[in-house]
T-cell receptor, first 109, second 112 residues
């Protein structure tokens, strides 16, 4: 079966750096997405990786290793507004999105 | 403002009743999707449409139906609601099959 694994919850301190990991087992691979979802709101697109390596976008970076079935989202200079759930999703060979359950990130002052 | 609009925002529905959740987008996106989100689970695809006039079943289609008469609208119908359909429902759209999804604000549905 297809599976996306992410930690359920993480805690970090304001101003620090946090890495949220995602491992996947899917039938084929056509890209990996990261979304941010604040409580009670819709998911919003953060990043997209289809080739191995690091994609940097401001304070957020996303890394992909297709051979290891592994990605991480790196958040730098954490702010209180970064408290949210972070969803990892993989497009399989049929271009269907398989979603992880999300990682709830709690930022403490 | 361009985007996706869902209605209603929330609804309490008696079991056995019929309900249609509305979704409209003005971005001229080809593909549209309906997901449900339940605590502790990832988003689960109910139905999708790659282009106007076509629809397909997702991971959890039972008890739901959709139609795609035009590019902008993608309503989701529960023919006879059951308590297990209590969830938050998100409509989403994308320009193409490999493009990011844009989500509506969701409909919180409670079936009693």
């Amino acid at each position: 079966g297809q599976n996306i694994d992410q930690p359920t919850e993480m805690t970090a301190t304001e101003g620090a750096i946090v890495q949220i990991n995602c491992t996947y087992q899917t039938s084929g691979f056509n890209g990996l997405f990261w979304y941010q979802q604040h409580a009670g709101e819709a998911p919003t697109f953060l990043s997209y990786n289809v080739l191995d390596g690091l994609e940097e976008k401001g304070r957020f970076s996303s890394f992909l290793s297709r051979s290891k079935g592994y990605s991480y989202l790196l958040l730098k200079e954490l702010q209180m507004k970064d408290s949210a759930s972070y969803l990892c999703a993989v497009r399989d060979s049929n271009y269907q999105l398989i979603w992880g359950a999300g990682t709830k990130l709690i930022i403490k002052p | 403002i361009a985007g996706i609009t869902q209605a209603p925002t929330s609804q309490i529905l008696a079991a056995g009743r019929r309900m249609t959740l509305r979704c409209t987008q003005d971005m001229r996106h080809n593909a549209m999707y309906w997901y449900r989100q339940d605590l502790g689970l990832g988003l689960r695809l109910i139905h999708y449409s790659n282009t106007a006039g076509t629809t397909g079943k997702g991971e959890v289609p039972d008890g739901y139906s959709v139609s795609r008469a035009n590019t902008d609208d993608f309503p989701l119908t529960l023919a006879s609601a059951v308590p297990s359909q209590t969830s938050v429902y998100f409509c989403a759209s994308s320009l193409g099959s490999n493009s990011p999804l844009h989500f509506g604000n969701g409909t919180r549905l409670t079936v009693t």
